[in-house]
């Protein structure tokens, strides 16, 4: 068989015979140079379409050589799964089958694995990286977003304690805090950091016509604490850097997450069900407490006729607008 020698010693391109001097020996001659080599001492590279195939010869350099079934015959039978690639590389239709399965599998993977794993480990991270993370972040807002509030103490104050009655006998309720700011950026708002810190803005104290509507937001935030959606989202998009950086081979950008968790947290909302789920807990926390669900109808309608801060410019804090199933929904509980 004609070949093309690299013999290692040289760029220089040689042309070459390569033949059958003996079972498990092959000749290579090149000129009035000839080596004997053992077969099975040789590697045989996979098929790449139809380009020339290659031949490692330990201590000597490497052939380029068209594919031949001479050497399936001359050469040692390899492994199992080098077999499965060369007949997957001769067969299209198997090639795409299998870039098919490969990307539905990763699709399931951040679709389905992410999630439940995110939902597994949430509970196991120390309370102290829950804190760290919402203390970073709410830092970060604080120095682009947010401003000290303006509320009167005393209104604050009245809305803490009010609070801390609703939440009162919760799991997680020892976690859990008001605090207020000013944010003329966001509008109207309210969100839950991991530890359990809630900040709802100056502008959402002022849309709101009584108190019932502000705890209606606030039992929905105390839902997603209680469900650790924060946290969750944040693992999800941190395993998404991780698993990228596996998939394309550069895993430089995963040394930082622990400095880089708060940032993802802002930059994730919650979905639609953590959402979903966040309602139906206030609901029920809301029945519990004497206040009907009706208040959270009401001040989902205001936002939404607004637009309020749900369109704002952090993720975390835009997460899905008040839609008209999740103000039904509300109504459905409040007439249950």
Same mark, same amino acid.
């Given at each position: 068989?004609?070949?093309?020698?690299?013999?290692?010693?040289?760029?220089?391109?040689?042309?070459?015979?390569?033949?059958?001097?003996?079972p498990?020996?092959?000749?290579?001659?090149?000129?009035?140079?000839?080596?004997?080599?053992?077969?099975?001492?040789?590697?045989?590279?996979?098929?790449?379409?139809?380009?020339?195939?290659?031949?490692?010869?330990?201590?000597?350099?490497?052939?380029?050589?068209?594919d031949?079934?001479?050497l399936?015959?001359?050469?040692?039978?390899?492994?199992?799964?080098?077999?499965? @690639?060369d007949?997957?590389?001769?067969?299209?239709?198997?090639v795409?089958?299998?870039?098919?399965?490969?990307?539905?599998?990763?699709?399931?993977?951040?679709?389905?694995? +992410?999630?439940?794993?995110?939902?597994?480990?949430?509970?196991?991270?120390?309370?102290?990286?829950?804190?760290?993370?919402?203390?970073?972040?709410?830092?970060?807002?604080? @120095?682009?977003?947010?401003?000290?509030?303006?509320?009167?103490?005393?209104?604050?104050?009245?809305?803490? +304690?009010?609070?801390?009655?609703?939440?009162?006998?919760?799991?997680?309720?020892d976690?859990?805090?008001? =605090?207020?700011?000013?944010?003329?950026?966001?509008?109207?708002?309210?969100?839950?950091?991991?530890?359990?810190q809630?900040?709802?803005?100056?502008?959402?104290?002022?849309? @709101? @016509? =009584?108190?019932?509507?502000?705890?209606?937001?606030?039992?929905?935030?105390?839902?997603?604490?209680?469900?650790?959606?924060?946290?969750?989202?944040?693992l999800?998009?941190?395993? $998404?850097?991780?698993?990228?950086?596996?998939?394309?081979?550069?895993?430089?950008?995963?040394?930082?997450?622990? $400095?880089?968790?708060?940032?993802?947290l802002?930059?994730s909302?919650?979905?639609?069900?953590?959402?979903?789920?966040a =309602?139906?807990?206030?609901?029920?926390?809301?029945?519990?407490?004497?206040?009907?669900?009706e208040?959270?109808?009401r001040?989902?309608?205001? +936002?939404?006729?607004?637009?309020?801060?749900?369109a704002?410019?952090?993720?975390?804090?835009?997460?899905?607008?008040?839609?008209?199933?999740?103000?039904?929904?509300?109504?459905?509980a409040?007439?249950?």
């Open positions: 068989m004609r070949a093309t020698w690299y013999d290692g010693r040289s760029a220089r391109a040689r042309e070459a015979w390569l033949s059958q001097a003996a498990g020996w092959l000749r290579l001659q090149a000129g009035d140079e000839t080596l004997d080599l053992e077969a099975r001492s040789l590697r045989l590279g996979s098929r790449l379409g139809r380009l020339p195939r290659r031949l490692d010869l330990p201590g000597h350099g490497h052939l380029e050589i068209e031949s079934p001479l399936g015959q001359w050469l040692p039978r390899r492994g199992r799964v080098e077999a499965f @690639a007949w997957l590389e001769r067969r299209r239709l198997a795409l089958g299998s870039a098919a399965t490969l990307v539905l599998g990763v699709l399931a993977f951040f679709e389905l694995g +992410l999630p439940w794993m995110a939902r597994e480990l949430a509970p196991l991270v120390p309370p102290a990286m829950e804190r760290t993370v919402s203390d970073q972040a709410l830092a970060l807002l604080d @120095a682009t977003h947010l401003k000290p509030s303006g509320l009167p103490a005393e209104k604050r104050e009245a809305l803490q +304690l009010r609070f801390h009655e609703i939440t009162r006998g919760l799991p997680r309720a976690g859990l805090r008001l =605090d207020f700011r000013h944010a003329p950026a966001l509008g109207p708002n309210a969100f839950v950091l991991p530890d359990g809630v900040v709802m803005t100056d502008q959402l104290v002022e849309l @709101a @016509a =009584d108190e019932d509507e502000l705890l209606a937001v606030l039992a929905h935030e105390a839902g997603h604490h209680e469900h650790r959606h924060g946290m969750r989202r944040a999800e998009s941190s395993a $998404v850097v991780v698993v990228a950086g596996f998939l394309f081979g550069d895993l430089s950008g995963t040394g930082s997450l622990s $400095v880089s968790i708060p940032v993802l802002l930059e909302g919650f979905s639609r069900k953590h959402e979903r789920e =309602d139906a807990f206030a609901f029920e926390l809301l029945e519990r407490n004497g206040i009907s669900p208040a959270f109808a001040v989902m309608e205001k +936002l939404s006729a607004g637009r309020g801060g749900e704002g410019v952090v993720g975390y804090l835009s997460t899905h607008p008040p839609s008209p199933e999740r103000i039904e929904a509300a109504r459905r409040a007439s249950d």
